[in-house]
């Protein structure tokens, strides 16, 4: 089957309902500190705010198997990673989150997609240890994964790319691809429309199937 395409997407808050980082820090209040606040305020880089707030949850691996339960993976997205693939369409996720918690939701769903996140590792007494990915072509020294360097990518060797995001640091990546291409969401979404760019809108991660393979290239 001739490849029709790529979709580059963003996972926490994009392919499932919450955010890991937002239900460490409703699980363990107090666990983001300021972090958050330097990161915002240019004194952490994203990277390193959750590096230091990760590494301060205290809790069993039945409660971090808890809350990554409750990021609430589209139930659907098995389903709909089949039909891009009959379509011909690749999926590949680029995260700044890490990829422990990524790959247990994917796995759980039968899927084994290339992911490009930050490597980690969970124990109880160290909370999530995430690392800076360095040997990845798409390293990047704020975010651990350079999410526009893999679109970048994605269109060098690919003859269309889509990319779907959620949030800040899906700004760029989703500028590099025209918008019937572009599908945001939550923070992006408003982004997008503030500064006059288009863009799809979607609720759940399943309903971007119908919508990439049924939108005019012309739009």
Known sequence: MTQAGMLVSDFDGTMTRFDFYDLVCREFPGVAGGFWEDYEAGRLSHFEALRLIFAGIR??????????????IDPGLSTSVAALKTGGWQVVVASAGCAWYIR?????????????ANPGDFSPDKGLVMRLPEPSPFFSPDLGVNKAAVVREALRVSPCVAFA??????????????????FAKSWLAKKLHE?????QPFDSWS???????????DL
């Open 104 to 116: 247990q939701l994917l796995a759980g769903q039968g899927l084994s997609l290339v992911v490009h």
């Open 195 to 199: 500064i006059g760019e288009g863009f």
């Open 59 to 72: 809790a069993s691996r039945e409660q971090m198997a808890g809350i990554i339960d409750r990021m609430q």
């Open 165 to 182: 995001g959620d949030g800040r640091p899906d700004l760029a990546p989703a500028l590099l691809v025209p918008p019937q291409r572009r």
């Open 207 to 217: 309903d971007i199937p119908s919508l990439l393979m049924n939108t005019p290239e």
